[in-house]
């Protein structure tokens, strides 16, 4: 409950907890934009109606960049901010994983993009993720990149490769693709290579690929550095295969800083959210107020979930936290506009019940949308193979 009486028209503050510092505060700034352009169309379309017209109020606390700092910040957050209803952010698994151990005691209800599975196997009741887990995701996606192929080339991949870095996150992803989605896809991996970064060269890497031919190449590589040789390297030695990355990592703006467009030509890559279809003009503003050229995971998610404690505030007509948190746990509002696929719902774990995910693919130095179809900004195009 909050902790002072409060009026009718009085602002009701939601929490946004990212990273503001250290070297993760791009992705902080981008959660941020998303957020305030979501507050500002939630209090243009009239604010809260049910109670009495009361506009959404921003408050923004830095996470750090280490999960210790983001511990602390959640207990300052809470303790600055009594009359919070509602947070969202975090950004990494890691950090959303301590805050939500303080939001819980708080009866705070979070949202977050954050993926990993752990986060809603703990039995919390206020924490709800509006993205597919990692779990999820290469399920998910695996199928989908197999029809796309299908569509557009006319032929089923029978044949895949792995580039990968050694990193935690890379490394279960592939796990879970070779513990079993592979072979239900009838895909035979012909070629996994794992490397540490810094990666110094690629050439035995894309040598191998260049010798095994195989109809796809996942590539998982999280640093911007090693996923430049590596694209260099196959257009030096014109290695044409379908290239599938995973996360945004691949299309953030910054990497137009490290290389050329043309490199990254017909990349794709399965991301947990990307704006799509139907938001062109919230694309266009987003680039006229921020200068962000395109809308990330980061900044669609924000905004999306402005519009989702919207309709949560509506439903329960309450300033009060917990009465927030059980509408939430038992709302139905229908099927998802601001994330892709399923409705905005959440099963007792607190996961959005049908989350998919959108693929998305680099076309003349812009990441658009190629999937969902409903969604899409463009169709994937297929790179002919030699």
């Keep these: 409950t909050t902790a002072t009486a409060q009026t009718s028209g009085d602002p009701i503050q939601i929490g946004l907890i990212a990273p503001f510092s250290g070297i993760y505060a791009r992705p902080g700034q981008v959660m941020k934009m998303g957020a305030e352009l979501g507050i500002e169309d939630v209090n243009a379309a009239g604010g809260i109606q049910c109670l009495g017209g009361a506009p959404l109020e921003l408050k923004v606390i830095d996470s750090g960049d280490s999960v210790e700092k983001?511990?602390?910040?959640?207990?300052r957050m809470v303790a600055d901010y009594p009359d919070l209803v509602g947070a969202t952010g975090s950004y990494l698994s890691s950090f959303t994983l301590a805050v939500t151990e303080v939001t819980e005691r708080a009866d705070l209800p979070m949202l977050t993009l954050s993926y990993s599975d752990l986060i809603t196997e703990r039995g919390f009741k206020n924490i709800f993720q509006t993205s597919a887990t990692s779990?999820?995701?290469?399920?998910?996606?695996?199928?989908?990149?197999?029809?796309?192929?299908?569509?557009?080339?006319?032929?089923?991949?029978?044949?895949?490769?792995v580039i990968t870095d050694n990193t935690a996150a890379s490394l279960s992803s592939v796990k879970r693709m070779k513990d079993g989605l592979f072979a239900d896809l009838g895909l035979e991996l012909v070629s996994e290579e794992v490397f540490t970064p810094p990666l110094a060269d690629a050439t035995a890497l894309v040598q191998e690929i260049r010798q095994r031919k195989p109809d796809l190449l996942f590539f998982l590589p999280t640093v911007i550095s090693d996923s430049k040789l590596i694209l260099e390297k196959m257009k030096e030695f014109r290695v044409a295969v379908p290239t599938i990355s995973?996360?945004?990592?691949?299309?953030?703006?910054?990497?137009?800083?490290?290389?050329?467009?043309?490199?990254?030509?017909?990349?794709?890559?399965?991301?947990?959210?990307?704006?799509?279809?139907?938001?062109?003009?919230?694309?266009?503003?987003?680039?006229?107020?921020?200068?962000?050229p395109w809308m990330t995971q980061n900044a669609i998610s924000t905004y999306g979930d402005m519009w989702l404690f919207k309709d949560a505030l509506e439903e329960s007509c309450s300033r009060d936290r917990e009465a927030l948190g059980d509408t939430l746990r038992n709302l139905n509002a229908g099927p998802s506009k601001y994330y892709p696929g399923g409705t905005l719902s959440f099963d007792d774990s607190g996961r959005r019940e049908g989350a998919s995910l959108t693929i998305i693919q680099w076309q003349n130095g812009v990441p658009l949308t190629v999937f969902p179809s409903d969604l899409a900004m463009s169709d994937a195009v297929w790179p002919t193979q030699n």
């Design 135 to 161: 779990g999820a995701q290469a399920e998910i996606a695996l199928p989908i990149i197999m029809d796309l192929a299908e569509t557009q080339s006319g032929t089923r991949p029978k044949t895949v490769a």
């Design 246 to 292: 995973f996360g945004i990592a691949i299309a953030e703006p910054e990497v137009l800083n490290t290389m050329q467009a043309d490199l990254l030509e017909g990349v794709m890559s399965a991301v947990a959210n990307w704006g799509s279809a139907g938001q062109e003009e919230l694309i266009a503003r987003l680039e006229q107020v921020y200068g962000e």
């Design 70 to 75: 983001a511990a602390n910040a959640a207990q």
